[in-house]
């Protein structure tokens, strides 16, 4: 039996069906079109056979485009509601069964995702997007590569060299795990509501091996959100406040090899973890997340 998609009338009177209204609160926005979900799926190069996660499946319109090509699904669904009725949607829609697996939680907060999935695609609300991501590579060492769609500045932040303007923290958090890239466009025009803001994917690869442990990586997460909370200042100045002086700052800095006058903005993700590495060692309940 072939999956089907949904159409912009059904999603429609799907939403009424469970009295769901699209709130700019939780940045809820439906995509409607289906050459939009597939094109997304497209540039996550899903293939047969594969455990996709998807966060906020919503309706079902990304869902149904993941499980058409031959692919797993577990869904992560905060809204009960939605949860609760996407099993039936697929099953409506020709998904075999077995191939959806939801589970009903808030994404910043799940643990474990059933199938251990190896890619991430997802249409994420612009005021979690960073947030969830994040968490997600950092708790699921499994997940190997995605593509989701955001806001299009958080996009273009996720993706920025060293040396742009909106190079930032989530940039070189970001680049800790692998690396990342802008895959395309999506129309305004697709979603409903209609947002106020324009939306780009964002795909990821993940960078072979483990980068550092885990003590490690806070540390350097640390750093980093010092270094970019007074972006406008040198490092010497910015991290005098983590190592106790401009003074101890300057020594740590010398040591990694990066120049102590350099902004925040200047520093690749290699950078910041030589840092880490030669700062001095601290509390575990001292260290940023």
Known sequence: MTVTLLGAAEIRRLAAEL?????????????????????????????PGERVVEVGPGLGSLTLAILETGAAVTAVEIDHRLAARLPQTAAEHGVPEGALTVVDADALRVAELPGEPTVLVANLPYNVSVPVLLHFLETFPYLHRGVVMVQAEVAERLAAKPGSKIYGSPSVKAAWYGEWRLTGTV??????????????????????????????????????DAAFNQRRKMLRQALSGVFGSSAAATEVLTAAGVAPTARGEDLTVDDYQRIAQQAPAVPDAAAGV
């Not at 009295?19 to 899903?46: M, S």
């Not at 795909?203 to 550092?212: I, K, N």
């Open 19 to 47: 009295d769901v209204t699209p709130t700019k609160k939780l940045g809820q926005n439906f995509v409607t079109d289906a050459n939009t979900v597939r094109k997304i799926v497209q540039a996550a190069r899903v293939q």
């Open 187 to 224: 129309s305004r025009q697709v979603f409903w509501p209609v947002p106020n803001v324009d939306s780009l994917l964002v795909g990821f690869d993940r960078s072979e091996g483990e980068r550092g442990s885990e003590a490690e990586r806070r540390r350097t997460f640390e750093i980093v």
